[in-house]
């Protein structure tokens, strides 16, 4: 956990910025709900606990079963927890009472789970507005539906707007305690990357990589910050499966990122000749995405928006491509007309911190948007997590791709998206090439910006060449 004074400043923070919504006596009560243990097949045998993000922004507690309550009248903190009895000791040995560790994060009063109940029951009789986040998971939706007599279909509906924007904007502006976490799990996400570089050999099945990597975090930290996407088949952006053998000649994307055991994530993503060589025409594909990620880096600093560096990053894409007769015209027209979404079905990044796609489970919207920008409709830009106009603090991916998707360009081909832009002819030669995608994690500074993580990773082909020949 942080020191106390962190989380007791969140709060004040969020309970300033609340005051700013309503009339003094009319502001309410913020509830939050921690996650609790989810039984994979039987309440004995759980998934590893995870638990919730904001809770843990605001209360850093890392137990399951935990609540609170903030009037935004008054200031009173409680926490609702229980302490352990004697058939949990047996079991999990003697733990810290509930006060004791309230105490720790700055909360004087506690009270037994059960009797949140009759605390929002009650704030509720009143008339009291009760400001809660969206919940993700499916008890927290179940126990905010009990508690407030809501339909559990309900409560994403009734959470509060307000609420949500105040926690949003300041979680998206990182603290420097935050960036050390950062810079850490970035450094647990380089040394996986590390081990899975020097285990792609020819002959090995994906699996024995992928286990390889996963133990390198989990020797440090909590383990992944989300499920490995280790593959051959690159064009599938998120393809979850480690079946296959490492065969010559092709391009492994490696997209991965560490957890560590403050719950703060890195994401990273290199692409590797699987025997340790690009052909011609992979390099010269996987140089159009390298430029990608080095101009995306380029530009990002206060002041731009990030939809502004996709948009730049995706013409000069673009004009890769152009040079290599795969689409032909006028590069701003396809800008314009989203013909980048062909090659690069996604958005150029989205925002990290203790989510991997930070606060995402708080709408993507609200997280990635400013007030005055609106969500593409086209493939790619629609995808766009991060738009925002950046400040220093953010903590943002820059993940430029290209993608060669057979059903997808035969699909624009049917329909015409492409508006006569796309040369077909060439561009059915790559169908079996397969995807190239390239992440660091980028902090926006004062006046620019910094890559996270202590080693960044061989990105220039020569330079992972010559990392694969170790
Ligand atoms: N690295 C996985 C993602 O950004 O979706
Ligand atoms: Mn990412």
């Given amino acids: 956990m942080f020191a106390k004074e962190v989380y007791?400043?969140?709060?004040?923070?969020?309970?300033?910025?609340?005051?700013?919504?309503?009339?003094?006596?009319?502001?309410?009560i913020a509830l939050f709900i921690g996650n609790v243990e989810a039984a994979a097949q039987y309440k004995d045998n759980a998934y590893k606990f995870r638990q919730d993000s904001s809770w843990l922004y605001l209360f850093g507690l890392d137990i399951p079963r935990y609540a609170a309550v903030i009037d935004l009248d008054t200031a009173e903190e409680m926490i609702f927890a229980d302490d352990v009895e004697i058939g949990d000791i047996i079991w999990m040995g003697p733990q810290p009472s509930v006060s004791s560790l309230a105490a720790e994060v700055g909360v004087s009063r506690t009270a037994p789970y059960a009797s949140l109940d009759a605390v929002v029951a009650k704030a509720v009789s009143q008339g009291r507005k009760v400001h809660f986040l969206p919940p993700s998971r499916w008890y927290n939706t179940m126990k905010t539906a009990s508690l407030l007599g809501i339909p559990d279909a309900a409560v994403a509906g009734s959470s509060s707007v307000n609420l949500t924007k105040a926690l949003i904007s300041m979680r998206l502006v990182k603290e420097a305690c935050e960036i050390e976490q950062l810079d850490n799990a970035g450094s647990l996400g380089q040394e996986m990357h590390t081990v899975a570089r020097n285990n792609v050999r020819l002959g090995r099945i994906e699996q024995e990589v992928v286990g390889a990597m996963e133990g390198a975090t989990l020797a440090k930290g909590w383990g992944v910050s989300f499920p490995t996407i280790l593959t051959q088949h690159g064009e599938t952006l998120h393809n979850h499966l480690h079946d296959k053998v490492i065969e010559p000649g092709k391009l492994m994307v490696i997209d991965a990122g560490a957890e560590n055991n403050m719950h703060y994530a890195s994401d990273f993503t290199r692409t590797l000749p699987t025997g340790g060589k690009f052909t011609t025409r992979q390099r010269e594909i996987y140089q159009i995405v390298c430029d990608a990620n080095e101009y995306g880096f380029s530009l990002t600093r206060p002041g731009i928006t990030y939809r502004e560096v996709h948009l730049a990053v995706a013409r000069q894409m673009l004009e890769g491509l152009k040079a290599l007769d795969l689409v032909r015209g006028d590069v701003d027209e396809m800008v314009n007309l989203g013909i980048a979404g062909l090659f690069q079905p996604h958005g150029l990044g989205h925002n990290m911190g203790l989510d991997v796609h930070d606060m995402e489970d708080l709408g993507e919207n609200l997280v990635g948007y400013d007030p005055d920008q609106t969500r593409s409709t086209q493939l790619g830009l629609g995808s766009l997590r991060m738009a925002r106009r950046l400040v220093p603090g953010n903590v943002i991916t820059d993940e430029p791709g290209i993608y060669f998707i057979p059903a997808l360009i035969d699909k624009w081909?049917?329909?015409?998206?492409?508006?006569?832009?796309?040369?077909?002819?060439?561009?059915?030669?790559?169908?079996?090439?397969?995807?190239?995608?390239?992440?660091?994690?980028?902090?926006?500074?004062?006046?620019?910006?910094?890559?996270?993580?202590?080693?960044?990773?061989?990105?220039?082909?020569?330079?992972?060449?010559?990392?694969?020949?170790?």
């Avoid at 300033?16 to 309410?28: D, F, L, Y």
């Avoid at 059915?428 to 990773?457: C, K, M, N, Q, W």
């Fill in 413 to 470: 081909k049917a329909e015409g998206t492409d508006k006569g832009f796309v040369n077909y002819a060439r561009l059915e030669s790559y169908y079996d090439f397969g995807g190239i995608r390239l992440e660091d994690d980028v902090l926006v500074t004062a006046d620019g910006a910094r890559r996270t993580g202590p080693d960044r990773l061989p990105i220039q082909p020569d330079d992972v060449e010559a990392s694969m020949s170790i």
């Fill in 8 to 28: 007791v400043a969140r709060r004040r923070t969020l309970l300033e910025k609340m005051s700013q919504t309503a009339p003094h006596g009319s502001r309410g």
